[in-house]
Every structure is written in structure tokens, then in C-alpha cells.
């Protein structure tokens, strides 16, 4: 099963990582618990949208940006996991099509 949450926090620590700030940096410009931040990247807590504003913001990162590759990383997941679609009918080569001539 897809963790929204979990794929959430993977993007958010990958950020801060990238940027490279602290937990505590984060905190303190986000005006968030340290360890409220640390639950959510662990996946452990959800993140409303107000906190997720703060925490972009903190990041000097655009939310549509980190809710892009959680979109990306949740499809990568889904495939992984979901069976493949088997297509309803298959042509083949030796399949008679009728024409309207």
C-alpha cells in the first residue's frame, strides 16, 4: 500500500538534505517543532496544508514543486504494486476485419 505520508516526508528530507539545513534550521524558520518535522520526514505524522506552506517556505522550495514529486514517486510506487492491466481484446495478424465496402 502507498503511504502518501511516508512519500511526503521522503521529498521533504530530501529537500532540507539537499539544501543542507538542519532539523533544527527548519524548525526554527518554519516555527514548527523539531520534532513534529522529524515525525512528519519519518512518516509518522501527517502534515496539514498550513504546516506544509511553512515548511516549503522554510525550504525556499514552491509546494507544487514538492506535491510534483510526491505525484511522481506515488506512481512509481503504484506500479511497482498494482498488477498490469490485461487489455480487453488483442488483434492479431490472422484476425478478420470486416470492411464496410
Do not use: H, N, W
Not at 496544508?49 to 506515488?74: G, P, W
Not at 511497482?80 to 465496402?101: E, F, H, K
Amino acid at each position: 500500500m502507498v503511504l502518501f505520508r511516508r512519500l511526503l516526508g521522503d521529498v521533504l528530507r530530501a529537500q532540507r538534505m539537499e539544501r543542507g539545513m538542519t532539523l533544527r534550521e527548519v524548525s526554527a524558520e518554519a516555527r514548527v517543532s523539531l520534532g513534529y518535522i522529524s515525525e512528519i520526514e519519518r512518516g509518522q505524522k501527517e502534515a496539514s496544508s498550513e504546516l506544509l506552506a511553512s515548511l516549503c517556505s522554510a525550504l525556499d522550495v514552491r509546494l507544487s514543486d514538492v506535491l510534483r514529486e510526491v505525484s511522481d514517486a506515488v506512481a512509481v510506487e503504484e506500479a511497482a504494486t498494482l498488477p498490469t492491466p490485461i487489455p480487453v481484446a488483442v488483434r492479431t495478424a490472422g484476425d478478420v476485419v470486416a470492411s464496410a465496402a
